[in-house]
């Protein structure tokens, strides 16, 4: 048994996110563990750019109120409890609705420990508000 050290939390880059996103590694690739996982917390408004991952990503959704949008217009909304995974090299975002704040742990599995998050991830562009707005409106739809 090791217990590890307890992270520093860590302002999200602007480069990856919109708004002001704050994130705590809770584990990263321990010895021969591909297993990652952050506890991400999104302010009101705030999200991802696009991005996909190689092996897939569970969202598990620990407060707030919170979408998770693809590429092709699906929508789904997050709140306490609930789960979603976005198969591997699906293009996704996520983040918090425009008046709550949102915090959900990331769960992904990486490509080793000698990998890094480019070797696991790809990045592409920011959500525009225009498509950040039509998630919320779609997500009300299907409620």
């Not at 506890?39 to 407060?63: E, I, K, M, Y």
């Not at 909304?77 to 915090?103: I, N, Q, Y």
């Not at 990486?110 to 508000?129: F, L, M, R, Y």
Request: net charge negative.
């Amino acid at each position: 048994m090791l217990k590890l050290p307890k992270s520093t939390t860590t302002h999200a880059p602007a480069e990856l996110f919109t708004g002001d996103v704050y994130h705590d590694e809770i584990a990263l690739g321990v010895a021969a563990s591909p297993l990652r996982v952050m506890l991400v917390r999104f302010t009101p408004g705030a999200r991802t750019a696009w991005h996909s991952h190689v092996n897939g990503q569970t969202l598990h959704c620990t407060d707030g109120v919170g979408y998770v949008g693809t590429r092709d217009g699906r929508v789904v909304e997050l709140r306490p409890g609930d789960t979603v995974w976005t198969p591997p090299g699906e293009w996704h975002w996520h983040g918090a609705a425009p008046d709550k704040f949102m915090s959900h742990l990331a769960i992904w599995e990486g490509c080793g420990p000698d990998q890094t998050d480019q070797d696991e991830s790809e990045w592409a562009e920011h959500v525009t508000d225009e498509d950040y707005l039509a998630a919320r409106e779609a997500s009300s739809a299907t409620d």
